[in-house]
């Protein structure tokens, strides 16, 4: 399999990234693609909550731990990680998005909502499109329309097939 196309859902808290991921992804696994999700998290967050097992290893000073029923797992570690690698830990996706990500090197779809944000905060060099309710244009940008998850996600299948854009 190819490498997959790595696409940055970005956009300013609370502008519906997550709304959006969460509603692309039916769609586009209905069109047969395979799709892995990476999150930032601008703050700690707690792996596991403190009454399950996992939780109590991490809280005893385990420096991993890791859980798994057959059909899916997760590992968790204390130690400094990146996107790039998080990224290589789904070699069987079509398409990762990463969730965030707004101020990195990563081509993206930026959300701005209104009366959440006004206007795009991303390099525009790095957007493939702008997901809106409001009237914005960036020149050369294509503007997809935010409560139409069914055009965000032909969006990212032309991607998907035809490539990324090149500069």
């Known amino acids: 399999m190819d490498k997959p196309l790595v696409v940055a859902v970005s956009g300013v808290k609370n502008s519906g990234k997550t709304t959006l991921i969460e509603a692309v992804l039916p769609l586009l696994a209905e069109a047969g693609l395979n799709v892995a999700v990476v999150k930032h998290d601008g703050h700690t967050f ?7 097992d996992t939780g109590r290893f991490m809280a005893a000073g385990a420096a991993g731990t ?6 899916k797992y ?52 790095t957007l493939l499109a702008l997901v809106t ?22 969006f990212l299948l032309r991607l998907h097939k035809e490539g990324l854009p090149h500069a």
Request: hydrophobic letters at 35%.
């Open 74 to 125: 997760k590992i968790v570690k204390k130690q400094p990680v990146s996107e790039d690698y998080l990224i290589t830990q789904f070699p069987e996706a079509h398409l990762i998005l990463l969730e965030g990500f707004k101020y990195t090197r990563w081509p993206k779809l930026e959300v701005v909502r209104r009366g959440n944000s006004e206007g795009p905060v991303s390099d525009p060099a």
């Open 133 to 154: 309710d409001l009237p914005l244009e960036v020149p050369g940008v294509p503007v997809l329309p935010l409560n139409r998850p069914e055009e965000t996600a032909a």
């Open 46 to 52: 707690l792996s596991d909550p403190p009454s399950t």
């Open 66 to 71: 890791a859980i798994f029923d057959g059909e």
